[in-house]
């Protein structure tokens, strides 16, 4: 006696998502550094700021400066006119200046602004229905 499969075929809908909120938060954090030019910065077509040259907000000493991430950025001063970032690299060590057109005495400000403390989470959940399914015989 053969054996009987039954075949059934089957549609369904796709699953909806509706609903939910996402709240971010940014916290930035605003670094000021200061300090003026001295004729040992100006050399070789550049001027170079050592960060031990820098004091920061409170007139601490600076030992290093702060690594920049992805999301931070950075902003030069030169007697208080902001500058054009590409004329300027900064690392942990210093900060080099794209000329040697600066007068001794001149202060220079180092404004660095970190995003690192940004935030995002699900404060009202999404509702997600069910898929519904049709057999059809």
Do not use: W
């Given at each position: 006696?053969?054996?009987?499969?039954?075949?059934?075929?089957?549609?369904?809908?796709?699953?909806?998502?509706?609903?939910?909120?996402?709240?971010?938060?940014?916290?930035?954090?605003?670094?000021?550094?200061?300090?003026?030019?001295?004729?040992?910065m100006i050399a070789g077509g550049v001027t170079t700021i050592a960060a031990a040259s820098f004091v920061d907000d409170a007139d601490a000493a600076v030992v290093a400066l702060p690594a920049l991430a992805a999301t931070d950025y950075f902003n030069?001063?030169?007697?208080?006119?902001?500058?054009?970032?590409?004329?300027?690299?900064?690392?942990?060590?210093?900060?080099?200046?794209?000329?040697?057109?600066?007068?001794?005495?001149?202060?220079?400000?180092?404004?660095?602004a970190s995003f690192g403390g940004t935030t995002s989470t699900i404060t009202t959940q999404p509702t997600i229905s069910a898929p519904t399914i049709t057999i059809i015989t």
């Open positions: 006696m053969p054996v009987i499969k039954p075949v059934f075929s089957a549609v369904a809908t796709a699953p909806v998502a509706s609903g939910g909120a996402i709240t971010t938060t940014v916290t930035p954090v605003a670094s000021r550094f200061f300090t003026a030019i001295t004729a040992d030069v001063y030169i007697n208080g006119v902001l500058q054009q970032q590409s004329l300027s690299t900064l690392t942990t060590a210093s900060l080099v200046l794209a000329t040697v057109d600066i007068v001794v005495g001149v202060p220079v400000t180092l404004e660095i």
